[in-house]
């Protein structure tokens, strides 16, 4: 990743470097770039993998693309045909209705999308993960 220098600063992030909370043996193993890309990259998923390490100290929130990033993958197989079947029967369907409508894809995919988001909603309401 390329350090943009608009990014701002991330207060957390500098306070963890000005407490020490992340160990000297650690920092020093990073260049001085990483420690920019640290203190204004928000998600970890970004950072270079020399800076992997660093995850562990940042909030639990801002660790979660990185690690859905990571586990993801491993899961792709079981969701990505079943996932293109329906999107295509779906497309389908809303051609027969009216052709017009694939027309624009942005929304088509913008409620495809919310419609999922609710059913994994549900998925995890059921399980007790989110709520």
């Known amino acids: 990743m390329v350090e943009k220098p608009g990014k701002p600063l991330i207060p957390s992030r500098v ?3 000005g407490e020490q909370s992340i160990p000297q043996e650690l920092l020093d193993t990073l260049e001085d770039v990483h420690l920019q890309i640290f203190m204004r990259e928000p998600d970890p998923a970004l950072w270079p ?4 390490a660093l995850v562990q100290y940042i909030a639990p929130g801002d660790r ?3 690690d859905l990033s990571k586990i993801m993958p491993l899961h792709g197989p079981r969701i990505v045909e079943p996932l293109q079947h329906w999107a295509q029967s779906v497309l389908n369907d809303l051609s027969e209705r009216n052709a017009s409508h694939t027309d624009h894809p942005e929304s088509v995919l913008e409620e495809m999308l919310k419609y999922l ?3 994994l909603l549900q ?3 059921r399980s007790g993960n989110v709520g």
């Open 15 to 17: 306070l963890l470097l």
């Open 49 to 52: 993998r020399e800076m992997e």
């Open 64 to 66: 979660i693309a990185f």
């Open 117 to 119: 988001e609710g059913v």
């Open 123 to 125: 998925s995890f309401n």
